[in-house]
């Protein structure tokens, strides 16, 4: 194996970790033994814990916003609600590394806090282009209502998509109606949807 | 001063050091210096570093709570509505305080993060109520909803309310909007605000 095959597969192990106990759980010593290899190789390529909880939170954000990346080739509202389908699936495929991220927020380690805050930029990045495209004018309430309806979306996600009784479409069409609402709330002249087949 | 009134005076110093400073960086220490008696006064009447947070938390969440109770004798869209703008209210005169209680929710202390979450519940409970007088009906996604809601609203408390560009009507009566937004996602058929004038 490689140096960086080996840092790779190490990071993967941190990641898996995370479905077991919190980042903060996570420690050089448990993922050597997992590894089969000394503590000592670890410190090596990650520096320290605090560089290896870092990279496992940059490389569980990665694989969430690859997963969630907008097709290009979708009008805007196709485009969310594809994405919505797509953030759904994934966390109820992955919702303890989920739930790593969306407390990540909050972690004491700003490197962390501040992987996190750019995962977060992106998503509403997405939905400030859908938005955009569909004619919504740029506000600061706007803004702040973008950002609000991120933390909105993590909460029922976190709480919604690995529910039994709540079909995983019921949730994706949820999440897509309560964005656009974000719009109807601003506007309230235009009705939910208005515009959205440009 | 009596013990009762020395530890009250103890809690609001703590309280308006969060203007200033995070929870984590109050200290006995510093609390004790502020009010002008010994570290070992405030041990005695929190126990600890971790038993002051706590209380100073408290109490701050309490201060919320009592500005933002509903009042009983408006019908429920009105109560919604006023609760919200007194929570602007609170939010732009209090915007540290309102900061710390946001973050006190990712707290690494239990008791912190306990008091913040009964907040949470109380609000989400108000918001419970509205919707169950104008009619609408308790489902897992309903649920999932309102706490989302609250996610939502504290973001854009946070970034909004302290912003003199957003007039506090405006941002009261997107909140308001926001909310009864929810129940449009959960239930497209239905026009916003049916059925609130029961």
Redesign the interface.
Known sequence: MSPDERKQQLVALGVAALADRPLEAVTVEDLAAEAGVSPGLVHYHFGSRQGLHSEIVRTARDAMLHATEPRADLPPRERLRDTLDRFVVFVSAHDATFYSLV?G????DERVRATIQHARDVLAGHLRDVFHEIGVAPT??L???L??????????LV??AT?P??PPG??AA?LE??AL??V???H?GTP?GAGTDV
Chains 1, 2 share one sequence.
């Open positions: 407390r927020a909050a972690s004491g600061p309430l803004e702040a209502g950002h609000a309806w991120i933390s909105f979306a993590e909460q029922a709480e919604a529910d009784r709540v019921e949730l949820f109606r309560s609402g974000v109807t709330a601003l309230p939910p």
